[in-house]
């Protein structure tokens, strides 16, 4: 099963797609992750990025193309799920590319959407334990007791005006991929508003329709 997941910054992927790779026994492809964790290696890669990422601009394609082909790869070219890419309509045609040349074509597209001023809502109050990366919300998740709150902070990015430009440049870079999608049969957008359980029945509806064969097989595992 090849899944892309992409929606604005802030729409639950990461949250659903780990919720996908335990149920399905896929690969959790993130670039985010990816750059982040170059970044915090302080790879070339990870300098480059850096820049871009402090800015609230979005990493150049080379960058990104270049984490997310050797992820693929290192992972047979299948059971994964894409969290967050492909983001720009070049990235898009890239990865169909890519992909055809392996004979392993996405099973599912799935755009999350939910509006802007709801997710400026969701990210702002979002915190990260800054030694382990885990997400919390001040909300409907926030950290346990027993974590001391000077490990608790808040992300640059996360920052309400932070926000509003990376949602600035999804409108402007990454949403022309919905047309570079829409109309192909492994497209699928979902409301990306609701509980966590009730948007993963949504993912996993569009999933029984994209691959049948594959989510059966793998709910009766359960």
């Known amino acids: 099963m090849r899944i892309a997941l992409f929606g604005p910054p802030?729409?639950?992927k990461g949250t659903q797609a780990e919720r996908l790779v335990k149920e399905h026994d896929l690969t959790h492809i993130s670039t985010g992750d990816?750059?982040?964790a170059a970044m915090k290696n302080e790879t070339e890669v990870g300098k480059k990025a850096?820049?871009?990422?402090?800015?609230?601009?979005?990493v150049?394609?080379?960058?990104?193309?270049?984490l997310a082909e050797d992820a693929i790869a290192e992972h047979g070219y299948d059971d994964y799920v894409l969290d967050g890419y492909p983001r720009t309509v070049r990235q898009a045609e890239w990865l169909t590319s890519f992909?055809?040349?392996?004979?392993?074509?996405?099973?599912?597209?799935?755009?999350?959407?939910?509006?802007?001023?709801?997710?400026v809502e969701r990210l702002s109050r979002r915190r990260v334990h800054k030694e382990t990366g885990e997400n919390y919300h001040l909300d409907h998740r926030p950290p346990p007791p027993d974590v001391h709150e000077s490990l608790v902070i808040q992300r640059e990015d996360d920052r309400p005006e932070a926000v509003r430009k990376r949602l600035e440049v999804y409108h402007d870079e990454?949403?022309?991929?919905?047309?570079?999608?829409?109309?192909?049969?492994a497209f699928f957008e979902i409301d990306g508003v609701g509980n966590f359980e009730t948007v993963?029945?949504?993912?996993?509806?569009?999933?029984?329709?994209?691959?049948?064969?594959?989510?059966?097989?793998?709910?009766?595992?359960?």
């Open 200 to 222: 993963f029945g949504r993912i996993e509806a569009v999933l029984e329709e994209a691959t049948p064969a594959q989510v059966t097989d793998a709910n009766m595992a359960y």
């Open 34 to 36: 990816l750059l982040r």
């Open 60 to 66: 150049p394609d080379e960058i990104v193309r270049e």
């Open 50 to 58: 850096k820049e871009y990422v402090t800015a609230g601009d979005l």
């Open 10 to 12: 802030g729409a639950g």
């Open 99 to 119: 992909l055809d040349e392996h004979d392993a074509p996405l099973d599912a597209v799935i755009l999350i959407e939910v509006a802007d001023e709801q997710i």
């Open 174 to 185: 990454t949403s022309p991929v919905i047309d570079y999608y829409r109309g192909n049969d």
